[in-house]
C-alpha cells in the first residue's frame, strides 16, 4: 500500500511524467537486486560449492539443525549416511546438507 502511494505521489498531476515512474522503478529493481537478489545468489552458491567438497569425516550441519560428520557418500544416490554419535547413523538427504559447523556459527553471529 505505502508503495502504491509512493509511486502515485512520484507521479505528476499534468501528465508526462511517465519517464520519471519508469526511472523510479528500474533503480528500485536495482536495489532489490543489490540488496536482496544478489547476495542470496551468492550465497547458494557457496553452499553448492561446500557439498560439491564433502568428504568422508568432513563436520556438517544438515538445515534441520543435526550436527554431525560424513561416514558414507553414497555416490550416485540423492542421499549421504552421516554420523551424529558415536554408532549412531542416519541418512540425509544431500540437499539438507547446510554448511561446516564453524561457518554455522560464524553466520548466526552476523
Known amino acids: 500500500m505505502l508503495f502504491i502511494n509512493f509511486l502515485q505521489d512520484a507521479a505528476p498531476a499534468a501528465g ?28 547458494q552458491k557457496e553452499i553448492q560449492e561446500f557439498r560439491n567438497k564433502l568428504d568422508i569425516g568432513s563436520k556438517i550441519v544438515t538445515s534441520g539443525g543435526i550436527y554431525g560428520s560424513v561416514k558414507e557418500l553414497n555416490v550416485g544416490e540423492p542421499y549421504l549416511t ?18 561446516d559447523p564453524n561457518q554455522a556459527a560464524l553466520s548466526q553471529e552476523r
Open 82 to 99: 552421516i554420523e551424529v554419535s558415536k554408532g549412531v547413523s542416519i541418512k540425509v538427504d544431500r540437499n539438507s546438507v547446510f554448511a
Open 16 to 43: 508526462g511524467g511517465g519517464m520519471q515512474l519508469i526511472i523510479m522503478l528500474v533503480l528500485m529493481f536495482a536495489i532489490m537486486y543489490f540488496f536482496m537478489i544478489r547476495p542470496q545468489k551468492k550465497r
